[in-house]
């Protein structure tokens, strides 16, 4: 029979995991805005410039569920290349890529939060 402190050990362990993704773990998610970008600030800069562009195209892939409106297949393709290259052009790639879906947004006004 497995040693019942193990288990209970494991469990402990895997509840410590968890509440850190709770509100007010260290890896919660970070509601305000204000304090995301300061989180961002931290990184180095090339870091920055990719984070940001991340950013940027994880609210429009938001702005395009909330109107049921997909993708597309060339955005999904392209963005699970940018992964492949190199960090310091990681930034421009997703740039271009939020381009292509910032040309298909005709009715984005200052609700629809996309950051220019």
Same mark, same amino acid.
């Given at each position: 029979m497995p040693d019942e402190n193990f288990h209970k050990a494991i469990l402990d362990e895997l509840d410590k995991v968890f509440n850190q993704f709770q509100p007010g773990?260290?890896?919660?998610?970070? $509601?305000?805005?204000?304090?995301?970008? +300061?989180?961002? &600030?931290?990184?180095p800069p &090339? &870091? *920055? $410039?990719? @984070?940001? &562009?991340?950013?940027?195209?994880?609210?429009?892939? +938001?702005?395009?569920? $909330?109107? +049921?409106? +997909?993708?597309g297949s060339?955005? @999904?393709?392209?963005?699970? *290349?940018?992964?492949k290259v190199p960090v310091a052009e990681r930034a421009a790639r997703v740039r271009e890529i939020n381009q292509k879906l910032l040309e298909r947004i005709h009715d984005a006004g200052p609700d629809s939060q996309i950051r220019h």
């Amino acid at each position: 029979m497995p040693d019942e402190n193990f288990h209970k050990a494991i469990l402990d362990e895997l509840d410590k995991v968890f509440n850190q993704f709770q509100p007010g773990g260290k890896l919660a998610p970070i $509601e305000d805005r204000s304090e995301y970008d +300061k989180g961002i &600030e931290a990184l180095p800069p &090339e &870091e *920055q $410039e990719v @984070v940001r &562009e991340l950013t940027t195209f994880a609210d429009l892939c +938001k702005y395009f569920s $909330e109107r +049921k409106q +997909k993708l597309g297949s060339e955005i @999904v393709a392209a963005i699970a *290349q940018v992964h492949k290259v190199p960090v310091a052009e990681r930034a421009a790639r997703v740039r271009e890529i939020n381009q292509k879906l910032l040309e298909r947004i005709h009715d984005a006004g200052p609700d629809s939060q996309i950051r220019h």
